[in-house]
């Protein structure tokens, strides 16, 4: 089935760093991919949606520029964490879709990466 | 943008019994349903999953349904066993506020299975 790896699983950092969150689709070409946050006990919430060579669509209350997303190639999304803060600490997860998936085909989820900002 | 609205927030059945997890949708646009279970600090694992044109899906022990009219698909799962506590999560897949479609999640259910 599709795979879709995400790196680090576990990064701490200080205040003030960035941290690069990568996420492969392994055995497949995903031409959108979406990011999203999840605090402790909580649901998972939409940060943005990414397509291959276009520019990120972020969600209402997410800055593009603390979050940056680079969609680069068909099988490699990135999320950049720009000047970190301890309220950034949090469970961040991939998503992509196939190229050959429709809207209302599975999505399949990296492994998550826990950020903890000191 | 869509809504998605979950319930009960906890639930604890014992082995054996049947479990019931509801969710309400707001888009009457969204024709995609998966349901996710979630172990703690792991991904998302998708169980299930149902298209606006089928009122009912089985397999093995998970069956959902969905009434497009009312808005609201469930989740069943029936001869719980401890293995199926875990987080789960409904969705929908609508079109954002962005314009842009993507999966709206529910708020989850920790469902807890005693032996």
């Known amino acids: 089935g599709a795979v879709v790896s995400q790196h680090p699983s576990r990064v701490i950092c200080k205040s003030g760093t960035s941290v690069k969150i990568e996420c492969r689709s392994l055995?497949?070409?995903?031409?959108?991919m979406f990011w999203y946050r999840q605090f402790p006990k909580k649901s998972l919430m939409l940060m943005a949606t990414?397509?291959?060579?276009?520019?990120?669509?972020?969600e209402q209350g997410v800055e593009k520029d603390k979050f940056l997303i680079n969609h680069a190639s068909l099988t490699l999304s990135t999320l950049t964490v720009t000047s970190a803060h301890p309220e950034d600490s949090s469970f961040y997860i991939c998503?992509?879709?196939?190229?050959?998936?429709?809207?209302?085909?599975?999505?399949?989820f990296g492994n998550g990466t826990r950020l903890t900002v000191t | 943008g869509e809504n998605v609205e979950q319930h009960p927030s906890t639930l604890s059945v014992q082995e054996g019994d049947s479990a019931v997890i509801k969710c309400t949708y707001s888009?009457?646009?969204?024709?995609?349903f998966p349901w996710y279970k979630q172990e703690l600090g792991k991904r998302p694992q998708l169980i299930i999953d149902?298209?606006?044109?089928?009122g009912e899906k089985k397999d093995q022990r998970i069956a959902v349904t969905l009434n497009k009219t009312a808005k609201h698909f469930s989740l069943h799962i029936t001869e719980t066993q401890p293995e199926d506590s875990a987080v789960y999560f409904c969705?929908?897949?609508?079109?954002?506020?962005?314009?842009?479609?993507?999966?709206?999640f529910g708020s989850g259910t920790r469902l807890q299975v005693q032996p």
């Open positions: 969705a929908a897949f609508s079109v954002m506020d962005t314009g842009r479609r993507a999966l709206t």
């Open positions: 149902i298209r606006s044109n089928v």
């Open positions: 888009d009457s646009a969204s024709n995609y």
């Open positions: 998503s992509a879709r196939g190229a050959q998936g429709s809207y209302n085909s599975p999505l399949h």
């Open positions: 990414s397509n291959e060579g276009s520019k990120a669509t972020y």
């Open positions: 055995d497949f070409q995903a031409t959108t």
